[in-house]
Structure formats: structure tokens, C-alpha cells
């Protein structure tokens, strides 16, 4: 087998477990579940945030069953979450920023009028 080899060096890991940190720092994931009544993912942040957004708004989960949803995995550091049946990802810091999918533009304007619920736990949202 032909081909360049790359290696990573101490100097290459070091900045990138600062990134990951001060991400995680912004909120990771503890809890995640979807709410068939309110057809919502509902992510609980280390940070006592609570998001919760129509599942329909974002790529991969649109259309999916209320079973296919309720299956939720969160990655070891908290930044993503993965739905095993559907082959759908998300990363958290994205839902901060408020970046659904691709159609970016029409997820927010949609989240505008859908009013999704941001809360802090044990406070007024």
C-alpha cells in the first residue's frame, strides 16, 4: 500500500483538547429523550439549559417514527447526539447556534414561529 503517511504530535493534540473543553464549557449533553406528545427532542445541558426543537426541523430526523426518534444516543464528551435507526447526527454546540440542517435559513425561521423552549433548570426561561 502507496501513500502519505500522517502522524500526530503532542503539539496537534493539546489545542484540540482546548477546543473540545471550551465547547464542553459552553454545555455538553447529560439527558436527551423525544417527546411524542410535543413531537420535540428535549436535550438537557451540564449547564442546567434545557433545548428543545421540532424533530421535523432537522435533517435526518424529519419524517422519522415517534420510535426511531426515542432512541437517542449522547457521545462520551456530551457534543453529539446519534439516532442508531435513522443514521442521523447532531452536534450539540450546532443547536446552540441555532444550525439545524442544511437548510439553515428555513430551520431558523421555522424555530422563530415554533418558539422552541430554551430553559434553565430551577428558573424562569
Sequence with gaps: MTGTRSSISGRDIAPAEQRMTALRDAGYAICASYDRRTARVI???????????????????????????????????GLGLHWPKLDADVYVPALLQGALGAGETTARSHIAAESPTVASHGGTP
Design 43 to 77: 436535550v438537557d445541558l451540564s449547564s442546567g439549559v434545557q433545548l428543545a426543537f421540532p424533530a421535523q426541523l432537522v435533517e435526518g430526523l424529519s419524517g422519522a417514527s415517534p420510535d426511531n426518534l426515542a432512541e437517542i444516543e449522547i457521545s462520551p464528551a
